[in-house]
């Protein structure tokens, strides 16, 4: 297999920190601008992906489409106080072509709710698609979840 | 929490009244497996498309109970108890495959499709020794078989004798509304599971709880998907157990809301990607929002073009499996398909308008905690079970106590 330019896997890695970081410390606003202006962003199931089955828990086709996520969850939607702690790992680039790169990455996600109480909420792989760059940006991104249930909601995107 | 001695007596207010023991009583839980999930009641098993041809099947819910939804060899459907006859284990763990025939894991016990027992590992033992006697009857404790019927692509089980057929348990006005969305053959998109922390009545009450819709749900309103001052109404059918709202949007000029002064009226800000909300009038009446209970645990949506079933599986006192699984239809262009997977973003534990419902069902179940003999006041629209134009009305849940006291007799 081909051997990967070191600065290729660093700047995946610290544009996947910067994303989980994003998303951890409530900065949702900046989550969008991850993403490329075609950039696609979708929550599906392990289940669902290996059944060829098209559907997805969310799904942005566009950075306006997440904007609308974002105002939906401050403006509109009804959740308890919650946050979330990603642990990303395992980044494995799986093709690199030029400025762009794929890479598959392990993750899990907790949640922590405004009481304390905290759930191992999410785990499995993202998809991703990279363009690279000044600043390396989310061509398309797809969270595969391990598992099909869901405890309570989903509110903020993973 | 512990079961009460003895369970005491429904308010005599009626329908009006839901007491909280009935979301808390452990042994009131047990009794209502048999009596209401395995009792007098269809219950949905799965879309027909979801056991796409012959040799196929999947496990599915009675209650608690698991089952097997199966098509045999000439493609007809059966369904029976996941359980062997033999110790009981379970016959098939996977979500759903093919298969020409069942083996218990545990002693290679043989079934066919049917749910019959069709063979007993060394039932006649090794070389004269061991093995069954001649008068065993290994199948004594077969799997239970029910009853199914395929209505429009929905198949229904049940495990009690002489039940009225499904279209005449649906009540004709119900089952017009199911056919209406069910009117052509349908192909699975996918779906997931979302686990609630609350007793499984309280999911179902919701959804049969037309009065929240616009008030919790703030993206409908916010975003002038579905007002109340829009026209619809509620039909209740069947013994009470089962109904449809249904809304036909038009351009909303209503300020009724604003006037209110609710919460639910704070607008102010537009959608950047609208194009998510356009829907079809595929159907050609008009209809834009359409929810469909079925007693005990059935739903069918339509949202826009959004199409989905949701299964309610009771997983214990307090917690309940709820099962999405999104369609659309066989003949769909890539565009349609398109629309409606977009859509989906609507539904779902992360859906716009129905995140809340996972939240507030188990706000309900934290909140009574210590008010067992305190109840719920049900009252809008009135006291009564009766089809409505208003959806500000809580008509079709005092239909679905209606239906749950006949069977648990309370
Ligand atoms: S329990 Fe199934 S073969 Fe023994
Ligand atoms: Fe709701």
Redesign the interface.
């Known amino acids: 297999m081909a051997t990967i330019d070191p600065r290729v896997q660093w700047q995946v890695e610290n544009l996947l920190a910067r994303y989980v970081h994003a998303l951890d410390d409530d900065r949702l606003e900046d989550w969008p601008g991850f993403f490329s202006s075609t950039g696609r962003y979708r929550i599906t199931t392990a289940e669902n992906h290996a059944a060829g089955l098209p559907l997805c828990i969310v799904q942005a086709d566009s950075p306006a489409m997440m904007r609308d996520r974002v105002a939906a969850l401050r403006h509109a939607n009804i959740y308890e106080a919650q946050g979330y702690r990603h642990v990303v790992s395992s980044t494995l680039i799986t093709r690199a072509e030029g400025a762009i790169v794929d890479a598959v990455s392990n993750f899990h996600v907790a949640r922590v709710m405004h009481d304390g109480a905290t759930l191992l909420f999410a785990t499995g792989r993202y998809i991703d698609r990279i363009l690279l760059g000044d600043a390396p940006l989310f061509e398309d991104k797809r969270v595969l979840l391990d598992s099909r249930r869901i405890d309570t909601l989903m509110a903020i995107p993973l | 929490m512990a079961a009460t001695p003895q369970t005491p007596a429904w308010p005599q207010e009626g329908l009006t009244r839901v007491p909280y023991w009935v979301y808390q009583d452990a042994d009131l839980y047990r009794q209502e497996m048999d009596r209401v999930f395995r009792g007098r009641s269809w219950n949905f098993l799965c879309l027909a498309a979801e056991l796409p041809g012959p040799n196929t099947f999947r496990t599915s819910d009675l209650g608690d109970m698991p089952v097997v939804v199966t098509r045999d060899a000439e493609g007809a459907f059966h369904a029976f108890e996941n359980r062997c006859a033999h110790r009981g284990a379970l016959l098939v763990f996977k ?1 759903a495959g093919s298969a020409r025939e069942m083996a218990c894991v545990y002693h290679n016990w043989t079934y066919d499709l049917t749910g019959k027992l069709t063979g007993v590992a060394f039932r006649r033992g090794i070389k004269g020794s061991g093995g069954m006697l001649p008068d065993a009857q290994p199948d004594a404790q077969a799997p239970r078989q029910l009853k199914i019927e395929n209505y429009h692509g929905l198949l229904f089980g049940t495990l009690a004798d002489g039940m009225p057929p499904v279209e005449d348990y649906l009540g004709a006005d119900v089952a017009e509304k199911v056919r209406r969305v069910m009117a052509k053959p349908v192909k ?10 609350n007793n499984w009545k309280l999911y179902m009450e919701n959804v049969k709880d037309t009065y929240h819709a616009s008030l ?1 749900h ?2 409908f309103t ?2 002038r998907i579905n007002r109340l001052s829009q026209r619809g109404g509620v039909i209740v059918g069947g013994d009470g157990g089962c109904h449809v709202s249904y809304s036909i949007t038009d351009a909303v000029k209503s300020d009724d809301y604003e006037k209110a002064g609710m919460r639910s009226a ?1 607008g102010g ?1 537009a ?3 609208p194009e ?1 909300l356009d829907s079809v009038d595929e159907i050609g009446d008009g209809i834009t929002v359409q929810i469909v209970g079925v007693f005990p645990g059935f739903v069918l949506q339509q949202i826009k073009n959004c199409l989905a079933v949701r299964r309610v599986a009771p997983r214990g006192l307090e917690s309940t ?1 709820l099962f999405w699984t ?1 369609f659309g239809y066989a003949d769909d262009d890539q565009a349609r ?1 398109e629309l409606r ?2 859509q ?2 609507l539904i ?3 859906g ?1 308008i129905s ?2 419902d ?2 507030a069902t ?1 706000f309900v179940q934290r909140a009574i905690i210590g008010a067992g003999d305190h109840q719920a006041v049900v009252e809008m629209g009135g006291r009564d079970v009766a089809s409505n134009e208003s959806r500000i009305s809580e008509t079709s849940v005092r239909g679905f106590w209606q239906a749950w006291r006949a069977r648990m007799g309370l």
Request: hydrophobic residues 55%; glycine residues 14%.
């Open positions: 979500p699975p998109l996918g779906g997931y599971s979302q686990m609630l922390p919790l703030l993206f916010t975003f704070a800000f959608l950047e990607a998510v499996e999104a398909t997977l977009a989906a973003n779902g534990p992360a716009f995140m809340e996972g939240a188990g």
